[in-house]
Structure formats: structure tokens, C-alpha cells
């Protein structure tokens, strides 16, 4: 930790005991297909139409039964299974397309998915990607990559080859979480993304009449739309919040 020393605990003990576990239950439900998509709409503010879905990863423990995704995405990432878990979950997302189709049903536009640091740090991210994609029979332009600020400062260079290759490909981009994170603007500038998310907690402020987070809101607004870049806003889950939000 830096700090030169540290006395051992029987607190610490749990915690790595506890960490273990988790990638030893994660790990068996990542193999044996136990890991579940769940898809959140997308809505257009001004005429209410669908524009696309985001694919949210929910992991069900037979003995723990729902696990939040804070409690175990950061000990997988940790442990280096986020390659193999970003590639379930695109593999996942196309399966799921196909059987839409099969259906008969409306498919979404786009379907969104987060990419976590650890890809974006591999050189043959994008040519793996692509691989999925078409083996699966699908096409990069109905998907959306999210990306977050901080997963793009780890190696700049390499993030923006990478994003490059599959901009090129037909992919877009959104970067998440903004506001939350480092060099925005700069990245605004040098990285093509489509859409600019705006972190659920200033949606929150806003609807706690928080005049800050409502300043933030319409500023971000705005630069996207001189750069025409699309807004997302993350956390609108009331009437009330979605009334706000039409109001800016």
C-alpha cells in the first residue's frame, strides 16, 4: 500500500478470503453461461421514441442470491478477467439480437456496452472485437462502446488507435460518466464520440433543486451541441427528473 508496513488483521484475512470467493463464484457463472443481460431503454426526449438499449451485466448467486455489480466488477478487474468478461458480454449482446429478429420484434438501434480500461489497453482489442461481431453475423453499427474518462488515461496513444480502428469499423462511441473524470475536453477534441452520458449524480443534484448540478447539466448541453455530439442523461427515473430534463 506504500506505507512501508502494515500489521496483519483477522479484518484483512476476511477481506481476501471474501475476494477469493468471489472470483471462484464469478469465474464458475462466467463458464457455465450463469450471467445474465438485462437491457435499459433508451428514450428520446422529444418524441419519446426508443434510440437504442444499454446492456447492464446482472450476476445471480445461488447462495448469495442478486450481487451488485459494485461488489464484484472491481475484484474481477482486479484479478485481470476483464477481457474475457467484456467478450461474454458482446458475444451475449449479438445471441440476443439474433433471437429479437428471430422473434419477429423491432430491433433496438443500437445496443450499448461498456468497455472496461483493461480492454482498451489491448492493441488487439479492435480486431477481436470485430471478430465477435462477425461471427456472429451482425454489424458494428448496432453497437455503441461506452467508454469512461479514466479508462482512456491509462495509455492515451493506444486508446485512440484503438477507438479509431473501430470507428472505422462502423462502431460508435459514447464516453460515460462525464464530468466525473479527467481530461474531457482534450479527449472531446482528439477521440471521435458520438455521445457525451452525463453522470446520474448531477442528474440527481438536479432534481434535489440543486442549482450547480443544473448549471452543469446545461453547460454540458450545450457544448455537445456546438460540437454536434448527442446527450445522454443517466439517472432520469422519475416523472419528475424526466420533466426537469425536458425543461433544459
Known amino acids: 500500500t506504500g506505507g512501508g508496513h502494515c500489521l496483519y488483521s483477522a479484518e484483512m484475512g476476511a477481506q481476501l478470503s471474501h475476494k477469493l470467493d468471489v472470483v471462484q463464484r464469478f469465474s464458475q457463472a462466467l463458464r457455465n453461461n450463469r450471467l445474465q443481460l438485462y437491457y435499459q431503454p433508451k428514450v428520446s426526449l422529444s418524441g419519446g421514441m426508443l434510440t437504442g438499449v444499454e446492456a447492464l451485466l446482472r450476476w445471480h448467486d445461488p447462495e448469495w442470491g442478486w450481487v451488485a455489480p459494485t461488489k464484484f466488477l472491481p475484484v474481477i478487474e482486479e484479478r485481470g478477467m476483464m477481457t474475457e468478461l467484456g467478450e461474454w458480454v458482446l458475444s451475449e449482446a449479438c445471441r440476443q439480437l439474433q433471437t429479437w429478429k428471430e422473434a419477429g420484434l423491432t430491433l433496438p438501434p443500437r ?3 461498456n468497455v472496461a480500461a483493461p480492454q482498451i489497453d489491448e492493441k488487439d482489442f479492435a480486431a477481436r472485437t470485430l ?14 462502446l461506452e467508454l469512461t474518462e479514466s479508462s482512456m488515461m491509462r ?3 493506444c486508446a485512440m488507435e484503438v477507438t479509431q480502428a473501430l470507428v472505422d469499423a462502423g462502431f460508435t462511441f459514447a464516453i460515460d460518466d462525464f464530468g466525473t473524470g479527467y481530461s474531457s475536453l482534450g479527449y472531446l477534441r482528439n477521440v471521435r464520440f458520438d455521445t457525451i452520458k452525463i453522470d446520474r449524480s448531477f442528474v440527481q443534484g438536479a432534481a434535489k433543486n ?3 448540478s443544473l448549471a452543469i447539466i446545461r453547460s454540458v448541453v450545450a457544448l455537445a451541441d456546438s460540437l454536434n455530439i448527442a ?3 443517466e439517472g432520469v427515473e422519475t416523472a419528475s427528473s424526466l420533466s426537469l430534463i425536458q425543461l433544459l
Open 231 to 233: 446527450t445522454t442523461c
Open 131 to 144: 471478430a465477435i461481431i462477425e461471427q456472429a453475423g451482425q454489424s458494428p453499427s448496432r453497437f455503441e
Open 155 to 157: 495509455d492515451p496513444q
Open 111 to 113: 445496443i450499448a456496452i
Open 210 to 212: 440543486k442549482a450547480d
